[in-house]
């Protein structure tokens, strides 16, 4: 299997502007979880999936930020406006969860640098 | 709220033991733990779950102790690939189901030769 893919892998924008970052995850797993990871807050989970549906989103900053899993194979992270305090490392992960489990081990995808000036 | 995780750093010379700890405020259902290497995704070693068990392969192992809402992480005869970044990441218990996974800061291990 390719692993979990993520596009695009660095991402300069300005402030303002729509940023959407994507996910494949691996095939068969049923579990997503997006991710932001910065030097001052560590890696910070911001949403999960469970079978496609949004299980617990208490960890996205703001209504700025919003995730969609439309199918089992993708998955976007869209912030819209963008702000400099954004910049970050941005890791997808999917797992294969056994019913009654929140979570298993997670396999990452390789990160989306994103850069907002 | 953040699992506090100590040492910050650490820096062995190979060969050497290291231990890295994962403490809790509340009371755990699970401790997960993951190393992530510079630039690099964060790469799963092990869960333990509630139970107090003990888990390890080759010569890295962990400990869930319960009582104590803590886990360690046991890198025995350190090698150089064991470089980089150690995550523990605990899932809480509360009245109205688990909390969703939260990681530590991070424990930078760097093995010298």
Known sequence: DAGVIQSPRH????????????????SGHNSLFWYRQTMMRGLELLIYFNNNVPID???????????????ASFSTLKIQPSE?????VYFCASSLTPGGWSYNEQFFGPGT????L | QQPVQSPQAVILREGEDAVINCSSSKALYSVHWYRQKHGEAPVFLM??????????????????????????????????SYSGTYFCG???ESNFGNEKLTFGTGTRLTIIP
């Open chain 1, 11 to 26: 991402e300069v924008t300005e402030m303002g502007q729509e940023v959407t970052l994507r996910c494949k995850p691996i």
């Open chain 1, 57 to 71: 989103d208490s960890g996205m900053p703001e209504d700025r930020f919003s995730a969609k899993m439309p199918n």
């Open chain 2, 47 to 80: 869960i333990l779950l509630k139970g107090g068990e003990q888990k390890g392969h080759d010569k890295i192992s962990a400990s869930f102790n319960e009582k104590k809402q803590q886990s360690s992480l046991y890198l025995t005869a350190s090698q150089l």
């Open chain 1, 113 to 116: 640098r994103l850069t907002v």
């Open chain 1, 84 to 88: 400099p305090r954004d910049s970050a």
């Open chain 2, 90 to 92: 605990t899932e809480r």
